[in-house]
């Protein structure tokens, strides 16, 4: 009997819980997450902190737990199986917020505004960049700090 001493390739995906899963995300990423499953470590991350850099309002922050609830029993409801894959809430891991807060004593506000993803949560966000709170320019890190790079 052979045993292959190949590792597995790790993979971090995930979403943040802003709202209800539709068909473009099956097509965009879930359908693609369920294949991943079979054939790499894959860890799919509920990034409940980075939902706070576009959920302003307290109706919309007070939903980030239902959505959270409904998010995890879609991804149950595609065929993604908690015995081959990873799925876990960003807040429920300390270390993120340990490691972000390293990372922003590393990065200038300066450099943290130049990261991609930062203009995308700008444009999504309708933020201007003189005006946008700290925990966006926080973002990218916190992206980084929980694995996604």
Not at 36 to 43: C, I, K, P, W
Not at 79 to 92: F, L
Not at 119 to 125: F, L, P, Q
Request: hydrophobic letters at 40%; charged letters at 20%; proline letters at 4%.
């Amino acid at each position: 009997m052979y045993v292959s001493n190949k590792i597995r390739e790790r993979v971090l995906t995930g979403d943040r819980p802003t709202g209800k899963l539709h068909l473009g995300h099956y097509v965009g990423t879930l359908k693609n997450r369920v294949r991943l499953q079979d054939t790499a470590e894959l860890f799919i991350v509920i990034a409940d902190y980075h939902a706070l850099t576009t959920q302003k309002t307290r109706a919309e922050l007070a939903q980030v737990a239902d959505h959270i609830h409904a998010m995890v029993l879609d991804y149950l409801s595609i065929g993604i199986d908690p015995k081959k894959a990873t799925i876990y809430v960003q807040s429920d891991v300390p270390q993120v917020c340990e490691l972000q807060l390293i990372l922003s004593m590393l990065v200038s506000v300066a450099q943290a505004q130049r990261i991609p993803t930062l203009k995308d949560v700008i444009g999504v966000g309708n933020l201007e960049s003189p005006s946008m709170g700290g925990g966006a320019t926080e973002n990218p890190l916190q992206g980084r700090a929980s694995g996604r790079c």
